[in-house]
């Protein structure tokens, strides 16, 4: 997908949202109050489910994609030592397996993406996601039907989005919201 595709896609998801936040009213969804180490505990366990979606692409990925990754290595550096050796066409060849590497690495990263977004999606639908443990399931209750299965439908897609983004990306979200509640508490101590 393009930078304009992207584009488009995002205008239009927006103008799209308008209308239906209009003929929907959707209520204010209350959070429970949660503390710290609830929020540790659900990315703790969002961290361990992407590090088995990482494994399982890896397990999947690598018998497919590995042995032609490999194949186009060994032929890079043996179009390496030629250059170094002074072979006038080497140098060409050199750069054209780097490129050829590059570009079968990025198709390779493409799409563990992608498979990754597609388990992502399919774990949040089984019942692992991220922003309904915060939710008070009493008030959620009280929402009108088509508002909850909207943001169940959310967070299935976001939680898909941070599951493919990998257990790395989620620990740095729990970092900064970790940080950012030390911090917190740092200023109100200080005023108090």
């Not at 239009?12 to 929020?39: C, S």
């Not at 599951?163 to 970092?175: E, K, N, P, T």
Request: overall charge neutral.
């Amino acid at each position: 997908m393009g930078a304009a595709s992207l584009r488009w896609t995002v205008i239009l998801v927006i103008i799209m949202i308008f209308p239906v936040a209009y003929w929907l009213k959707p209520q204010n969804v209350q959070f429970w109050e949660f503390k710290q180490e609830d929020v540790v505990r659900l990315f703790t366990q969002l961290i361990l489910v992407a590090l088995i979606i990482e494994r399982a692409l890896e397990v999947i990925l690598t018998p497919w994609r590995g042995p032609e990754a490999e194949r186009m290595t060994a032929e890079l550096q043996h179009h390496d030592q030629l250059a170094k050796s002074g072979n006038p066409t080497a140098q060409d060849n050199l750069q054209k397996s780097k490129l050829d590497l590059t570009d079968f690495k990025c198709k390779t990263q493409n799409l563990a993406f992608k498979v990754s977004f597609v388990l992502g999606i399919i774990v949040a639908s089984f019942g692992i996601r991220t922003l309904a443990p915060l939710v008070e399931p009493n008030a959620f209750g009280k929402l009108p039907h088509l508002q909850q299965v909207g943001f169940a439908a959310l967070d299935v897609l976001l939680t898909g989005a941070l599951l493919s983004g990998g257990a790395d990306g989620l620990h740095q979200v729990l970092s900064l919201f970790l940080d950012y509640v030390g911090k917190t508490r740092d200023r109100v101590q200080a005023a108090g």
